[in-house]
């Protein structure tokens, strides 16, 4: 079975103190890693998709790494708008495979 | 281009009751997933729907069940409800399931049991 670990559970930082935020996964076979961003009472909100380990993405302040066993998201000197839930997901290459989530990240930034 | 939409957003209802939320996915996207989330389990798949064929279905009790029209709107029910039904429900739609698998998420239908 498909299984995501991130960490850690929170994280609070000040404004400009660059970090990153850890996914661990297991899967028989990865079709996708998957990030979001989820703010309070909101849907998730898709940030990066990468398929294969050494691919890398970025948008703005926020830049996805992948290995064949995690995937990174760096935060570069963060603002408070950043502050949020960010959610890893997985999807296998398993017939019909379904998107497995971490249970994510809670980003709190400091002015 | 207008994004998932879902209905209603917010619902409380009682123990014993049965519920219907609505969602209607992004224009062009055929495929439409949902998911319960909570505080303590986070985000888990219910199911999975294409082409008004039910094509995957997490681990949750027959009382969860849905469907999917031919618009590819879909909608998914919840009888005999529970307290530990109390969560937000959230729709997402992609294109496809076979690529890109990118889904995006509508604003969730927060569900109340007493």
């Known amino acids: 079975e498909d299984q995501v670990t991130q960490s850690p559970e929170a994280l609070r930082l000040q404004e400009g103190e660059s970090s990153s935020l850890n996914c661990s996964y297991t899967?028989?076979?990865?079709?996708?890693l998957f990030w979001y961003r989820q703010d309070p009472g909101k849907g998730p909100e898709f940030l990066f998709t990468?398929?294969?380990a050494g691919e890398e993405k970025e948008k703005e302040r926020l830049k996805a790494t992948l290995t064949k066993k995690e995937s990174f998201l760096h935060i570069t000197a963060p603002k408070p708008e950043d502050s949020a839930t960010y959610l890893c997901a997985v999807r296998s290459t398993g017939a019909n495979s379904k998107l497995t989530f971490g249970k994510g990240i809670t980003l709190s930034v400091r002015p | 281009k207008a994004g998932v939409t879902q209905t209603p957003r917010y619902l409380i209802k009682t123990r014993g009751q049965q519920v219907t939320l609505s969602c209607s996915p992004i224009?062009?996207?055929?495929?439409v997933s949902w998911y319960q989330q909570t505080p303590g389990q986070g985000l888990q798949f219910l199911f999975e729907?294409?082409?008004?064929?039910?094509?995957n279905k997490g681990n949750f009790p027959g009382r969860f069940s849905g469907r999917q029209f031919s618009n590819s709107r879909s909608e998914m029910n919840v009888s005999t409800l529970e307290l530990g039904d109390s969560a937000l429900y959230l729709c997402?739609?992609?294109?496809?399931?076979?690529?890109?698998?990118?889904?995006?998420f509508g604003p969730g239908t927060r569900l109340t049991v007493t």
């Open positions: 990468l398929y294969s």
């Open positions: 224009s062009g996207h055929r495929s």
């Open positions: 997402a739609s992609s294109r496809t399931t076979s690529g890109p698998y990118e889904q995006y």
């Open positions: 729907y294409f082409s008004e064929t039910q094509r």
């Open positions: 899967v028989s076979g990865l079709r996708g």
